[in-house]
């Protein structure tokens, strides 16, 4: 029943949706029939050309969320286990968090140009955020008889860290990544709306301006379906490599 309560939730609000465009109380150019929306599906996976402006798309978000796992499980091991590092970047973090990035990003095409590299930046500051932060608590609580026992083993600080710390965090770093990895393509959809010519972004924003909502709704179920596959590909990578500890949970 689990596994088919959520395909039968997404029934309900296709039977929904294909009832209003049907009942002529909304225009079409709001709720277009399913059958247009499928047809532009088709249409996207036939084109190439298409299927390229996706690729660039989840390059762009996967090149910031990339910079921003390395950056940020960096950081969060400093922070987690160094004092000092903490009281300095804690509160910078903390009282950011709640800044939207992307009123910055207008300096940052001003700084990089409106081609990729602009976009990337701001996706990365955007993801670092979650990753740094839930790096910092998941190296701050490892357990002290772990670390004891590399110690009195005569493990070295770096060795401590690399075989210990790191390890023990792996939980917390991967929840930092299901946060950040919905968040970049997030971005990279906004900031190719506002300045692109190329992208999913660009071809949500065109496709609206040319009054083809059909298929506007078709980008937009093919971004639902990167980041679905991204997720799934995610927690994948997880349960491989964070195989000691399992997310019961989410696998019922």
């Given at each position: ?7 039968a ?16 109380a909304w ?5 277009p029939p399913l ?9 996207f ?17 996967l090149?910031?969320?990339a ?12 922070m987690?286990?160094?004092?000092l590092v ?5 509160p910078?973090?903390?009282?950011t968090y ?6 910055l990003?207008?300096i ?9 590299l602009s976009?990337?930046?701001?996706i ?5 955020y979650?990753?740094?932060i ?25 060795q401590?860290?690399?075989?210990i ?10 929840a930092?990544?299901?946060?950040a ?12 709306m506002i300045?692109?010519?190329d992208?999913?972004g660009?071809m949500v924003?065109y496709?609206?301006s040319?009054l083809?909502t059909?298929r506007m ?6 971004i ?9 590909a995610?927690v ?16 019922v």
């Open positions: 029943m689990n596994r088919i309560l959520p395909f939730f997404v029934g309900v609000l296709l039977v929904a949706w294909e009832a209003l465009a049907r009942s002529g225009s079409p150019l709001l709720f059958a247009k929306i499928f047809d532009q599906l088709v249409y996976f036939s084109r190439p050309a298409m299927l390229g402006e996706a690729l660039v798309s989840v390059e762009r978000a090149g910031g969320f910079l921003a796992a390395a950056v940020g499980i960096a950081l969060g091991v400093v987690g286990r160094s004092r903490a009281a300095l970047l804690d910078l973090f903390s009282g709640a800044v939207p990035k992307l009123a990003f207008p940052f095409i001003f700084v990089f140009g409106i081609g990729s976009k990337v930046a701001l990365f500051l955007e993801c670092l979650p990753i740094v839930m790096t910092y608590h998941g190296a701050r609580d490892v357990n002290r008889v772990l670390l004891w026992s590399g110690q009195n083993m005569g493990a070295s600080r770096a401590i860290l690399r075989r710390v790191v390890p023990a965090a792996a939980p917390f770093i991967f930092g990544f299901r946060v990895l919905p968040v970049a393509m997030i971005v990279v959809v906004i900031t190719e300045s692109s010519a992208g999913l660009y924003i496709a609206l040319s083809r059909d709704l078709a980008v937009v179920v093919v639902s379906l990167i980041g679905l596959a991204l997720d799934r995610l994948w990578l997880r349960n491989r490599l964070v195989y000691w500890e399992k997310l019961d949970a989410y696998y």
